[in-house]
């Protein structure tokens, strides 16, 4: 009996200690990400009148969304952007992963610090250089060009400026992306490999039979924060606002067109549905890669 | 280790990305070199009149030094944010391990489905009731909202599952350790991978930054180096041809990554045999 309450009396305690370990994490949690998500939410459900302070007005403003031309035009050209660029640049990746954890190469030391140092860099900053490279006054791109006697295509011009993005984005992560996959390969205990190597397996088969089924979490992983990044392009579009104005526009992509809508044009009630509309799509979409994938796994 | 007959082909291929992912940043380094007019009337890809001091001298001088402010300020959140953001992990990861309460996992899948909601979904309304506190246009504006790393709370619940003993954390008890005194003496140093892990990644995430600064911050004077050299790159575009500061651009630009760059070569070892990490997003 005594013992009985005694163990009760440990097991409150514990409890009691392990809500204390996460509180302060919890509570500036709650404080700055869970309450303005709700004041969002909030915010989005009225509308601010000159005349007559707020006006609740319901879903309007998630109607009027769904039928705005700009964003749904930027959330097509994020999703065309995704579809191209993150397989590109998870299948550089996953190359440089696996050849990298082959030792096939040499250079491999150097090799892996350069893949990686672009992510030293500042998306922010990543854009200001390549927009410099792909710019006509002095761009060395344009000067190889000229030297050989051709013209460079028009980086900037409106069919090629979001290719344009796109080889900031690979250039600026690719890097990262290869350093996850290559340290869930290092996690792979060394006698699968051996394993393989005694039934006559070479490198390459090694590589494809052997190490990419292993690396499945953790490509979808590279792949969720991809897709998540990808719906929330904003830096580079800024960024080169500055020099194709014509092409960039306000509503880009659908984060730039939030942005705004509620810093420029005081529209923060719009804003504020437009990004739980942008939310629901990153949340199918991230999910629809989860369920795709698990489909694979079972096949 | 297995044939040499891939080794040709691959350091080739190895070698042909390099230099993609090397020359804009050869590019950065001799465009600093460069003054404003060999800019424009150089070859971009190779060195003219040798002009860096002149620049790195213009770029810490322009209106009125505030370069020196940016790189305080990314500095301070970058530092700030890191060790905080590691310290709430530590003991929040810890706590969600070791630990047995009611709502447990509902809570923490709600701090991992965080990491879907637009930056602008918190952004707008994080910045009304910051403006309302008068936080806006202060360094709590950036730093508050940096310290909620929900990946650093993931990787510190599996590193404990794996790293800390129950059995350890129960002889201590029987020792009459308090549940404080364990995590501080016993459980927190060997969490210190992981600790310096979510330290790291906070830090680059903080420092590389722009939205965020950009959305809570009114006074170039607040500026980390991503808001201000984008500031100061809008200026030089909207000035046009050749009165346009573009040297000062570039080289803040070089200045700016020369300390993570460093870092990560320096590093370079550690980043190597960490354990298994997540990127922190936002691009």
Known sequence: MADATGRRDAHGRHQLAGLAFTLPFMGLFLAAFAAPLLYALYLSLFRERLVGGRAFVGLEHYVEGLTDEAFLGGVARVALFLAVQVPIMLALALLFALVLDSGQARLANLFRVGVFLPYAVPTVIAALMWGFLYGRDFGPIADVADRLGVTAPDFLGEGVLLWSIANVATWAFTGLNTFILLTALRAIPREVYEAAAVDGAGAVRTALHVKLPLLRPALLLCTIFSVIGAFQLFAEPRIFFAIAPQVIGKAYTPNLYVFNLAFSDQRLNYAAALSFLLGAVVFAVSFAVMYASRRLVAR | ?283
């Open chain 2, 1 to 283: 280790m297995g044939s040499r007959r891939g080794q040709v082909p691959a350091t080739l291929l190895l070698l042909a990305c390099l230099v993609y992912f090397a020359l804009p940043l050869a590019w950065l380094v001799i465009a600093s070199t460069k003054s404003l007019g060999d800019l424009f009337s150089t070859f971009g890809l190779w060195f003219a009149e040798f002009n860096l001091l002149d620049n790195v001298a213009e770029t810490f001088s322009t209106d009125d030094g505030v370069y020196w402010l940016w790189m305080r300020n990314t500095l301070l959140y970058a530092l700030v944010s890191a060790v905080g953001a590691a310290m709430l992990a530590a003991l929040g990861g810890y706590g969600f391990a070791k630990y047995d309460f009611r709502g447990k996992e509902i809570l923490f899948w709600c701090v991992l489905g965080s990491v879907m909601v637009p930056t602008t979904a918190l952004a707008i309304p994080t910045y009304l009731m910051f403006s309302r506190l008068g936080l806006t246009n202060t360094p709590l504006a950036v730093i508050l909202p940096s310290l909620v790393s929900p990946f650093g709370i993931y990787l510190m619940r599996l590193y404990a599952e794996a790293a800390v003993p129950s059995e350890l954390i129960e002889a201590a008890r029987l020792d009459g350790a308090s549940e404080w005194h364990i995590f501080r003496k016993i459980a927190f140093r060997l969490l210190a991978p992981a600790f310096v892990t979510v330290l790291l990644f906070t830090f680059v995430a903080t420092w590389n930054n722009y939205f965020l600064p950009l959305v809570m911050l009114s006074e170039p004077r607040w500026y980390p180096l991503t808001v201000g050299l984008a500031h100061w790159n809008a200026l030089a575009t909207a000035g046009g041809g050749a009165t346009a500061a573009f040297n000062i651009v570039i080289c803040g630009a070089l200045i700016s990554i020369l300390p993570l760059i460093l870092a990560f070569a320096l590093l370079q070892r550690h980043w190597r045999t960490s354990e298994p990490s997540m990127p922190a997003t936002g691009r």
